[in-house]
């Protein structure tokens, strides 16, 4: 390649990089706000429903971009972040639209990716890294089991697929308001902090609501 034309291919990846960072910028504010009042809304009403697809679909573009950029620049960390956060997303979304959770073979193939990207983190030797393998892990854990339940015609919750919306989805906003903080709080003296803030506050919530739509146990 001539250096002319690789002047002309840099000019054209970094404006691509411009591109994808800013609908990066974009969706991701949007999930934050629309994820946001899909927490708050009441359940099952029409802006839950509304606010809650818009998440659903601004964390599929936030994911995507954070893929592209990371592959752009290198970008390990965003890479795992980005496919962690896709499959939290998209195992909420299949919640609610396949209520039976009789896996497909597209759940299959995330739930592998999803182990196969835990272990990676895992094996990062960055702190943030292993705790999100931690819980990615946990959750992809569960998942395995439920699917395995499921096949072998095992009884499961009749409101399993709501506590998987839960756990995924509320999952999936930890990670977008992760994003948020680490961008626009810096901690020297605790610079690991914002990263692990919000999941530390998080993962309780997760608990909680988690357990308040559990089904009472009858006597």
């Not at 971009?65 to 290198?74: E, G, N, P, V």
Request: hydrophobic share 50%; with cysteine.
């Amino acid at each position: 390649m001539t250096p002319h034309l690789q002047k002309q291919h840099k000019s054209i990846m970094e404006i691509a990089y411009k591109f994808y960072l800013g609908i990066h910028i974009l969706s991701g504010f949007t999930a934050l706000v629309t994820g946001f009042i899909a927490i708050v809304a009441q359940k099952g009403k029409k802006l839950h429903k509304i606010t809650g697809l818009t998440f659903f679909i601004s964390m599929v573009v936030v994911c995507v971009s954070a893929i592209l950029i990371s592959l752009m620049k290198d970008n390990r960390f965003l890479l795992h972040i980005g496919i962690f956060s896709f499959y939290l997303v998209y195992s909420g979304y299949r919640s609610v639209k396949n209520k039976s959770l009789n896996p497909s073979t597209m759940d299959w193939v995330m739930l592998l990716t999803a182990f196969v990207n835990c272990l990676a983190m895992l094996l990062s030797e960055q702190l943030v890294l292993i705790v999100f393998s931690v819980l990615g892990t946990s959750l992809a854990a569960q998942d395995a089991k439920l699917f395995y339940n499921i096949i072998k015609q095992q009884e499961i919750l009749k409101n399993q697929w709501l506590l998987r919306h839960i756990s995924t989805m509320l999952g999936g906003y930890i990670a977008t308001f992760t994003a948020f903080i680490v961008v626009n709080v810096s901690l020297e003296s605790l610079p690991w902090l914002p990263w692990l803030l919000p999941t530390i506050i998080g993962t309780p919530l997760i608990a909680f609501w988690t357990r308040k739509y559990q089904p009472k146990k009858s006597n």
